[in-house]
Nanobody, 114 residues
Framework: QVQLVESGGGLVQPGGSLRLSCAAS????????MGWYRQAPGKPRELVAH???????VYANAVKGRFTISRDNAKNTVYLQMNSLKTEDTAVYYC????????WGQGTQVTVSS
């Protein structure tokens, strides 16, 4: 079993920055892909960014140039640096890890508001 603990969400003004972290622990042999998703009220969950074990990244068009995903394989941790935040970035952000199965974090709220 794999446990994911997310941190770093909060309230920020438009134009501000936040950094999310997601640490994986438990019965981990190999972590393949890691990613961040988000779900705003009344909307489906959507991919924000994805990073493979070799470091290849994919971003949603809405966050390209503003968000950066990275990972520390030694710490089994994935990060999401979010800059130039907009009100439409407000959502619950979830991390997902592929490690012999797919595992989701509990979600962390990000609210962008003045």
């Amino acid at each position: 079993q794999v446990q994911l603990v997310e941190s770093g969400g909060g309230l920020v003004q438009p134009g501000g920055s936040l950094r999310l972290s997601c640490a994986a622990s438990g019965s981990i042999s190999t972590i393949y892909a890691m990613g961040w998703y988000r779900q705003a009220p009344g909307k489906p969950r959507e991919l924000v960014a994805h990073i493979t074990s070799s470091g290849t990244t994919v971003y949603a068009n809405a966050v390209k140039g503003r968000f950066t995903i990275s990972r520390d394989n030694a710490k089994n941790t994935v990060y999401l640096q979010m800059n130039s935040l907009k009100t439409e970035d407000t959502a619950v952000y979830y991390c997902k890890v592929a490690a012999g199965g797919e595992y989701w974090g509990q979600g962390t709220q990000v609210t962008v508001s003045s």
